[in-house]
Structures are given as structure tokens and as C-alpha cells.
């Protein structure tokens, strides 16, 4: 059973820096695709980064990008997730999400509400602070 695990949520000011860690088990780092998604309150569910091995690239959505960098360390079998520059319209609840198929590109993964992502993790809270 794949199991993942968030971590490194937390209260920042705006301007900081977090990184988040998704920590997984029972899944290989071969021929996949994560994602990084958020939800805020009252609002819909972004993906604002995703990569896939079906086209090697990692796609960002445009409220991240330049700020945000997505990250596997396969030894660790961690995803990670490095937020820079925070605002406070990042606040969000941070899901990382897997699929141990690349057959769709960052872009689709991180753009069709997460549909084509197989298990997700429970969630950190990241508070940004003005």
C-alpha cells in the first residue's frame, strides 16, 4: 500500500521560506509523476507543481512560478516541495499526490484538478502571514 506523508507546514511571514517534505511509502520513483497541490478556503484545488517522467519536464502554475521548485530525492524516496518569496495568498492546506504511471505530462497532471493522481497524501497547513 503507497502511503504519503506531508510535513514542514507551518506559520511564516510573508517573504519567507518553507519547504515541505512528502515522505512516501510503498511506491518506487520509476516511471511515475507527483504533484504538488493546494487548497484554500472557499476556493477550488490548484496544482502549482507537478513532474513527469513521461516528458521529464516539471510544469508550475503561474502563481509560483520563479518561486516555487519541486524536487525528488529517490534515495530518500521524499518529494519536496521549496516555497520562496511566501505570500500571504499562498495560505494554503499542501497535498503531494503520486502516480506510479508517467503516462500523462506535468501540465495534465498538475491541470485536471489532480484526476490522473493516484494516492494523496493527508495535507499540511502553511500559513503566510502580512
Known amino acids: 500500500e503507497v502511503q504519503l506523508v506531508e510535513s514542514g507546514g507551518g506559520l511564516v511571514q510573508a517573504g519567507g521560506s518553507l519547504r515541505l517534505s512528502c515522505a512516501a511509502s510503498?511506491?518506487?520513483?520509476?516511471?511515475?509523476?507527483i504533484g504538488w497541490f493546494r487548497q484554500a478556503p472557499g476556493k477550488e484545488r490548484e496544482g502549482v507543481g507537478c513532474?513527469?517522467?513521461?516528458?521529464?519536464?516539471?510544469y508550475y502554475a503561474d502563481s509560483v512560478k520563479g518561486r516555487f521548485t519541486v524536487s525528488t530525492d529517490k534515495a530518500k524516496n521524499t518529494v519536496y516541495l521549496q516555497m520562496n518569496s511566501l505570500k500571504p495568498e499562498d495560505t494554503a492546506v499542501y497535498y503531494c499526490?503520486?502516480?506510479?504511471?508517467?503516462?500523462?505530462?506535468?501540465?495534465?497532471?498538475?491541470?485536471?484538478?489532480?484526476?490522473?493522481?493516484?494516492?494523496w497524501g493527508q495535507g499540511t497547513l502553511v500559513t503566510v502571514s502580512s
Open positions: 499526490a503520486v502516480r506510479g504511471s508517467s503516462w500523462y505530462g506535468s501540465r495534465a497532471i498538475c491541470t485536471e484538478d489532480g484526476r490522473y493522481l493516484e494516492v
Open positions: 510503498g511506491f518506487t520513483f520509476d516511471d511515475y509523476a
Open positions: 513532474f513527469s517522467d513521461s516528458d521529464g519536464t516539471t
